[in-house]
Nanobody, 114 residues
């Protein structure tokens, strides 16, 4: 079965960095685009970044220039490098893939203190 497992969240000061990982299993990882979303308290889940099978990338305007999405098909893992973090980046971050239907990871909490 398809599984997405995120890791790497935590508490960081404003201006700091974190790298999130999402390990995929149960599907041919290299054949699917991967995305990161986030959901802050009291807000709707929002798109953060996407990486295609050919490693083309797309970013939300709010993170462009600060976040980098990448993938390692040998490790079945997608990463989100987050630099220059701001308090408004505080959210639960989710990995997402559409493999026949939509699949989500369990999420990892990122908290940025001011």
């Amino acid at each position: 079965q398809v599984q997405l497992v995120e890791s790497g969240g935590g508490l960081v000061q404003s201006g700091g960095s974190l790298r999130l990982s999402c390990a995929g299993s149960g599907f041919p990882f290299n054949l699917y685009s991967m995305k990161w979303y986030r959901q802050a308290p009291g807000k709707e889940r929002e798109f953060v970044a996407a990486v295609s099978t050919g490693s083309s990338t797309v970013y939300a305007d709010s993170v462009k220039g600060r976040f980098t999405i990448s993938r390692d098909n040998a490790e079945n893992t997608v990463y989100l490098q987050m630099n220059a973090l701001k308090p408004e980046d505080t959210a639960v971050y989710y990995c997402h893939a559409v493999v026949g239907r939509s699949f989500w990871g369990q999420g990892t909490q990122v908290t940025v203190s001011s």
